[in-house]
């Protein structure tokens, strides 16, 4: 299954020179393109990242240049975004971790998750009750969701 690929992307294969905007989002596009669920999503537009600027999501760029740790707070943006609010995420961002930190945490937490349901995928693939999987896995991530916002508003 595409979507289950995991794709590390390391710290250290986020380019370590300031990037404009058209080469961010095309640097995001690569690194993030298996991703996608349908071919014509977008991974993140120039107008998504002028956004999370302006809502304090992440910092402003310098000299019209995106850092390496403005770049790794995109790329956790991009999982982010479907699950929490902007607010959580920038609360996330606010805490007392430093980028590089946060997002190798956030890595290593994703690849972890990813190995273990691809084990989960290939019991399912034996399953005859496809509902069944199906439901059990929204209700799990609601579940999740909810855990989540309640650990996030007590920071």
Not at 27 to 40: A, Q, S, T
Not at 92 to 105: G, P
């Amino acid at each position: 299954m595409k979507m289950l690929d995991f794709n590390e992307i390391k710290y250290e294969d986020i380019p370590k020179i300031d990037l404009y905007m058209d080469q961010v989002t095309s640097f995001l596009d690569d690194v993030l393109e298996g991703y996608k669920i349908n071919d014509d999503d977008k991974i993140m537009t120039k107008t998504m990242i002028n956004n999370y600027v302006k809502a304090n999501i992440i910092d402003k760029p310098v000299k019209k240049k995106y850092s390496q740790d403005h770049m790794a707070k995109m790329i956790m943006i991009f999982f982010f975004k479907n699950i929490i609010s902007m607010d959580e995420i920038e609360k996330i961002f606010s805490m007392d971790i430093e980028t590089k930190a946060l997002y190798e945490k956030f890595n290593a937490i994703n690849k972890k998750f990813y190995e273990e349901s691809e084990k989960q995928m290939d019991g399912y693939a034996m399953k005859e009750e496809k509902m069944e999987v199906i439901l059990s896995l929204i209700i799990q991530a609601d579940i999740n969701k909810r855990l989540a916002e309640m650990l996030i508003k007590a920071l």
